[in-house]
Antibody, heavy 118, light 108 residues
Framework: QVQLEESGGGLVKPGESLRLSCAAS????????MTWIRQAPGKGLEWVSS????????YYVDSLKGRFTNSRDNAKNSLYLQMNSLRADDTAVYYC???????????WGQGTPVTVSS | DIQMTQSPSTLSASIGDRVTITCRAS??????LAWYQQKPGKAPKFLIY???SLESGVPSRFSGSGSGTEFTLTISSLQPDDFATYYC??????????FGQGTRLEIK
């Protein structure tokens, strides 16, 4: 069955970096858009970034452009989110999700928590 | 950005009730709307796409309707497993994809 497993979250200080990973299994990873979505504590869902099947087209929410980098390795069935210059308002659970068609997300990982605090 | 506004923010209902959640878009999104269900501490679950198409495995008591700027999610007869938070999401474009603020469905 489809499985998505995020890892790499944790507690970091403002200004530091973190790299999240998402390991995919149970489907042909290279055939799907993949997306990162985050949820701050007690808040709603915020789309972060989506990446095309070959990794050649990447979309970001404007507020994160330049700090976050989405990438994928189809040979390793893995998705990554490099997060730099982290701020307190980046504190959230980060989910990876599989894309269905153009812009919906039919399978989600369990999420990895990121806390940015001094 | 396209803003998505859900109403109500909280809804109290009883088992067996019919409930409707509304989602309004700040501009025309045609039928590019999805709905998700999220329970505390869990990832969202995909329910409906293209405004009214039910995802495989989702109970038929869930239905969606609407187009343009106004959409609804209806649960025809509430079951205990349905108490959760529901989010709408527009995917008219990736610039950016946006979610509603959520509607918490609680037991009356």
């Amino acid at each position: 069955q489809v499985q998505l497993e995020e890892s790499g979250g944790g507690l970091v200080k403002p200004g530091e970096s973190l790299r999240l990973s998402c390991a995919a299994s149970g489907f042909t990873f290279s055939e799907y858009y993949m997306t990162w979505i985050r949820q701050a504590p007690g808040k709603g869902l915020e789309w972060v970034s989506s990446i095309s099947t070959a990794g050649t087209t990447i979309y970001y929410v404007d507020s994160l452009k330049g700090r976050f980098t989405n990438s994928r390795d189809n040979a390793k069935n893995s998705l990554y989110l490099q997060m730099n210059s982290l701020r307190a308002d980046d504190t959230a659970v980060y989910y990876c999700a599989r894309g269905r068609g153009m812009g919906t997300f039919d399978k989600w990982g369990q999420g990895t928590p990121v806390t940015v605090s001094s | 950005d396209i803003q998505m506004t859900q109403s109500p923010s909280t809804l109290s209902a009883s088992i067996g009730d019919r409930v409707t959640i509304t989602c309004r878009a700040s501009q025309n999104i045609y039928s590019w709307l999805a709905w998700y269900q999220q329970k505390p501490g869990k990832a969202p679950k995909f329910l409906i796409y293209k405004a009214s198409s039910l995802e495989s495995g989702v109970p038929s008591r869930f239905s969606g309707s609407g187009s343009g700027t106004e959409f609804t999610l209806t649960i025809s007869s509430l079951q205990p497993d349905d108490f959760a938070t529901y989010y709408c999401q527009q995917y008219n474009s990736y610039s950016p994809i946006t979610f509603g603020q959520g509607t918490r469905l609680e037991i009356k």
